[in-house]
């Protein structure tokens, strides 16, 4: 993929991380320590912060969030080292990517729609479980048998590869390999990880019904495109990975290093999340909603909680980041 594919790295000391949004309403306390968390993992590696804006699904989207947010990381002094991006002026390299993999044999149209893939696992015995879709059973993945494509889904049934992923990105040291049809990768906090694509989530959505592009083709084109070397995010997006991996072997761009940090909960035991009620950060007092992200991150509080500046405050945060994660991927 010419356009997306970055540069290799010049050496050890090389990084580029991001904080992604999405511009579905204002920052909560859940989305602050995936903020923070990206932020501080730059900083201790000597490195740029960027920020993206995940605005490919447009219907979720609130007019003006995009700016609210940029303003809200402003005022918790997480100012990105580049202007930022928006993911809804990018169609045309998500365009790119999509007719690439179609050539390589590794997307087909699907005719399907939710009522097809349920009734189908329905037949199978298989019921939906809360809060996880089903795996897409492939109905078309050999022919539309006369339907119409309403969307394009990602081979992963058929890209089975035997032998060690090549560690032409950034996660060299990472354990990734595809063995038994099951991918194996590190992640840096919560260790070794593994799924089977194919069976837990079946072949999956790249391009929408609705004329959408998914989540998954984007990111993995614009981490790519940005020479993302790591990505710091929340733990509720760690079983995304696998299937961005493929993608990027796919497309033949690096695997960036992941590290997916904790969630912050509600009393309901959930996820915090905007869909659930995740009420906007009150930042009357920056430093102490972002003291208490860092207490979510698991790093000690601020030696003198009442005389700190925000700047002392980072300070204190990026060198206790360091120590508790090495300073190295």
Same mark, same amino acid.
Not at 12 to 19: L, V, W
Not at 191 to 206: E, I, N, P
Not at 302 to 322: F, K, Y
């Given at each position: 993929?010419?356009?997306?594919?970055?540069?290799?790295?010049?050496?050890? #000391?090389? =990084?580029?991380?991001?904080?992604?949004?999405?511009?579905?309403?204002?920052?909560?306390?859940?989305?602050? *320590?995936?903020?923070?968390?990206?932020? %501080?993992?730059?900083?201790?590696?000597?490195?740029?912060?960027?920020? !993206? &804006?995940?605005?490919?699904?447009?219907?979720?989207? *609130?007019? +003006?969030?995009?700016?609210? &947010?940029?303003?809200?990381?402003?005022?918790?002094?997480?100012?990105?080292? #580049?202007?930022?991006? $928006?993911?809804?002026?990018?169609?045309?390299?998500?365009?790119?990517?999509?007719?690439?993999?179609?050539?390589?044999?590794?997307? =087909?149209?699907?005719?399907?729609?939710?009522?097809? &893939?349920?009734?189908?696992?329905?037949?199978?015995?298989?019921?939906?479980?809360?809060? #996880?879709?089903?795996?897409?059973?492939?109905?078309?993945?050999?022919?539309?048998?006369?339907?119409?494509?309403?969307?394009?889904?990602?081979?992963?049934?058929?890209?089975?590869?035997?032998?060690? @992923?090549?560690?032409?990105? =950034?996660?060299?040291?990472?354990?990734?390999?595809?063995?038994?049809?099951? %991918?194996?990768?590190?992640?840096?906090?919560?260790?070794?990880?593994?799924?089977?694509?194919?069976?837990?989530?079946?072949?999956?959505?790249?391009?929408?019904?609705?004329?959408?592009?998914? =989540?998954?083709?984007?990111?993995?084109?614009?981490?790519?495109?940005?020479?993302?070397?790591?990505? *710091? !995010?929340?733990?509720?997006?760690?079983?995304?990975?696998? !299937?961005? &991996?493929?993608?990027?072997?796919?497309? +033949? *761009?690096?695997?960036?290093?992941?590290?997916?940090?904790?969630?912050?909960?509600?009393?309901?035991?959930?996820?915090?999340?905007?869909?659930?009620?995740?009420?906007?950060?009150?930042?009357?007092?920056? @430093?102490?909603? @972002?003291?208490?992200?860092?207490?979510?991150?698991?790093?000690?509080?601020?030696?003198?909680?009442?005389?700190?500046?925000?700047?002392?405050?980072?300070?204190?945060?990026?060198?206790? $980041?360091?120590?508790?994660?090495?300073?190295?991927?």
């Amino acid at each position: 993929m010419t356009e997306s594919a970055a540069p290799e790295p010049s050496g050890a #000391a090389r =990084y580029i991380g991001r904080f992604a949004p999405s511009p579905t309403g204002p920052l909560h306390a859940g989305s602050l *320590v995936a903020a923070l968390a990206s932020w %501080l993992d730059a900083r201790a590696h000597g490195g740029q912060w960027l920020v !993206r &804006i995940e605005d490919v699904d447009t219907p979720r989207c *609130v007019p +003006g969030a995009d700016q609210f &947010i940029l303003q809200q990381l402003a005022t918790c002094g997480l100012v990105p080292d #580049a202007p930022p991006e $928006w993911q809804s002026a990018r169609s045309a390299h998500y365009q790119r990517a999509l007719d690439q993999l179609v050539a390589q044999g590794h997307a =087909y149209p699907c005719a399907c729609s939710r009522k097809d &893939i349920e009734d189908a696992q329905a037949a199978l015995g298989h019921a939906r479980e809360r809060h #996880a879709a089903l795996p897409y059973p492939g109905t078309c993945r050999h022919g539309l048998r006369g339907r119409t494509g309403r969307s394009w889904r990602f081979n992963a049934t058929d890209f089975k590869q035997k032998q060690a @992923l090549p560690p032409d990105g =950034y996660a060299s040291s990472a354990i990734n390999s595809i063995a038994n049809n099951t %991918l194996h990768w590190h992640d840096r906090r919560l260790g070794l990880q593994q799924q089977d694509v194919a069976r837990s989530v079946g072949d999956f959505v790249l391009h929408r019904a609705d004329g959408l592009w998914a =989540y998954q083709l984007a990111v993995v084109v614009d981490d790519a495109a940005q020479g993302i070397t790591d990505v *710091v !995010r929340g733990e509720d997006l760690a079983d995304n990975t696998p !299937r961005q &991996i493929l993608l990027q072997q796919a497309l +033949g *761009v690096p695997t960036p290093r992941y590290l997916h940090t904790p969630l912050v909960c509600g009393a309901n035991g959930e996820k915090l999340s905007k869909q659930n009620g995740a009420r906007a950060l009150d930042l009357a007092d920056p @430093l102490q909603a @972002l003291s208490q992200a860092a207490l979510v991150l698991g790093l000690p509080a601020l030696e003198h909680p009442h005389n700190n500046h925000l700047g002392d405050a980072q300070t204190q945060w990026v060198a206790a $980041w360091r120590r508790h994660y090495n300073g190295s991927p």
